[in-house]
């Protein structure tokens, strides 16, 4: 099929133009709005409806039905027609050159003739012959009503009107102005949309490169895990190499884990910002029009001053994306290795080289008067009985929950240690600064700026800083956490201890303060390890390398 003809079929049978908002009743054929809703009014008295093109009935009046498809299409060839329009504007003749034809210039509403350039010298210059350009229409400069030139603007009713509807109208007790302030009133919201727009796409740059240095952060730490890991192998025997090329799959399919959403997210941003892009070019074409109804005409279509795209989604994503926890780390792949290892190399090595876990023990002055303390300091359990305990400002209060706070603190390095939390089930763990409050009623680990913990409540797990709780995947009864902290780092990292080792949720955070280890215990008791879960069979350098 020929250019023209595939033209000809994106006009619409009733007005023989090309389709205006194109709607789709149910037989199938396409309509302009406005003109399918003007034929089906003509029908309201009879007993059922046709379709303009195939006669169909309908017996209720039908649906129109939006075409998308074909709204894009339509714009499409609208935007390649710019060229023909103004080359059958420089047609126009001169209305009064009769003997010989002269392009025309201007038009004059009023006698609704065109004029070349001597001609409009002589026209009449008095305010009722309106001349304008000859690219708009005429019919869109006049009233349909009163077929009367269109001088006023209905601010309530956001409508052009001409005298005799000022005066008779619906319009007259409305507030009413001219076109041209009217049209610079619309110019001034448009320049305040653009400057918006143009703030949210400059936002929306920096939240793409924020996540474009993440994404390059989460594959850099993927090839630093991979050349650890390489380095690693060739301390031992060839027949390993199958377990390497394994190890090296894992690390890239958790690479892909982690860069998948972000790439889905950037892609997100990358549409939504040509979206922006689109909107202001076509913004700024309106603010350099000189004709105030085609500024009106144009700035009322679409959605151009709406500058909420919704985007707190999109921030909130990106956000749980950059503060999730960094790339990877050589202890998510442990339990791989310590499989592979184990089936190759059992009993040749005494057992991994660990570092030993934080001693940890429980500050019974800073426990609530619910909770009780054992005398090795390790076990806190809640009691039905109020204990009593001497007033101190360092002790949780009333209107706080049962917790208390380790003895030992934490300013620098690497640390970890062992919670088993198997005697309750409603319960906190974390990490929280010496200068939380002990008295209020945001005081509980999580529900304040300065605490960060792991919580389980009506047997759901998450996470919780701030008040601000991320629900985590648990498919079976917790009964024994690992917390991991790196204070230069600014991590606080949390595992389960089952087989293999799960890793469940990391903070990133920059502390400013020295750590205490916290418990808050709702019901039943829970206690720090007096030894660490240790990991047998694997060789010192390689346990010492991948312990953090």
Not at 101 to 114: D, Y
Not at 318 to 330: E, I, P, Q, S
Request: charged share 30%; hydrophobic share 30%; aromatic share 6%.
């Amino acid at each position: 099929m020929a250019f023209s003809d595939a033209r000809k079929e994106l006009d619409c049978s009733i007005c023989l133009n090309i389709y205006t908002n194109p709607v789709t009743l149910g037989c199938g054929h396409n309509f302009c709005k406005d003109c399918i809703e003007g034929v089906l009014d003509t029908q309201e008295e009879s007993d059922y409806y046709n379709c303009p093109e195939c006669r169909d009935r309908f017996y209720e009046r039908p649906a129109l039905g939006r075409n998308t498809t074909l709204c894009y299409i339509v714009e499409s060839v609208r935007s390649t027609e710019p060229e023909k329009t103004e080359e059958k504007n420089q047609k126009q003749i001169c209305t009064y050159c009769i003997h010989s034809p002269v392009p025309a210039v201007k038009s004059c509403l009023l006698c609704e003739a065109s004029l070349c350039d001597d001609h409009l010298r002589v026209h009449s210059k008095s305010p009722q012959h309106v001349l304008s350009d000859l690219t708009t229409p005429q019919r869109n400069k006049k009233c349909s009503i009163h077929e009367k030139i269109l001088e006023y603007y209905c601010t309530e009713d956001s409508v052009c009107l001409c005298g005799s509807c000022r005066l008779h109208g619906d319009h007259k007790e409305h507030l009413v102005g001219t076109l041209e302030k009217a049209s610079e009133k619309r110019k001034e919201n448009l320049t305040d949309a653009l400057q918006e727009l143009v703030k949210k796409r400059e936002e929306m740059e920096e939240s793409i490169k924020s996540l474009q240095k993440y994404k390059r952060k989460v594959q850099d730490s993927a090839d630093s895990v991979t050349k650890r890991v390489t380095n690693l192998f060739r301390d031992i025997r060839r027949q390993l190499d199958i377990l390497e090329r394994g190890v090296h799959s894992e690390i890239a399919r958790k690479a892909d884990i982690v860069s998948f959403p972000i790439s889905g997210l950037i892609e997100d941003l990358e549409i939504k910002k040509e979206e922006l892009s689109r909107k202001i070019r076509h913004i700024e074409e309106i603010r350099n029009m000189t004709d105030p109804l085609s500024v009106l005409q144009e700035s009322d279509k679409g959605d151009l001053c709406d500058t909420e795209d919704g985007d707190e989604e999109d921030k909130e994503r990106r956000d749980k994306l950059l503060h999730g926890g960094g790339g990877l780390t050589a202890t998510e792949i442990l339990p791989l290795l310590h499989k592979g290892l184990f089936d190759i190399i059992t009993g040749v090595n005494k057992g991994i080289n660990i570092p030993e876990p934080a001693d940890i023990t429980l500050n019974e002055d800073t426990a609530h008067n619910y909770l009780y303390i054992s005398d090795d300091g390790k076990t806190a359990h809640k009691v039905v009985e109020n204990l009593n305990r001497s007033q101190s400002s360092e002790r949780f209060g009333r209107y706080s929950e049962c917790q208390v706070l380790s003895s030992e603190c934490f300013s620098s390095g690497r640390h970890y240690w062992d919670v088993d939390v198997g005697g309750s089930s409603d319960w906190r763990v974390g990490l929280c600064y010496s200068s939380i409050d002990r008295t209020s009623r945001q005081a509980d680990i999580g529900d304040n700026s300065m605490s960060w913990c792991l919580e389980i409540k009506s047997n759901e797990l998450s996470v919780k800083h701030n008040s601000k709780s991320t629900t985590l995947a648990c498919d079976s009864l917790i009964n024994k956490v690992r917390i991991n902290l790196d204070y230069e780092a600014g991590k606080i990292s949390f595992y389960e201890l089952g087989i293999p080792i799960r890793h469940l949720h990391t903070f990133i955070c920059a502390f400013t303060d020295s750590l205490y280890a916290a418990l808050y215990v709702k019901e039943g008791c829970i206690k720090i390890c007096k030894e660490n879960q240790k990991v047998t069979h694997l060789t010192p350098r390689l346990a010492t390398s991948l312990a953090f």
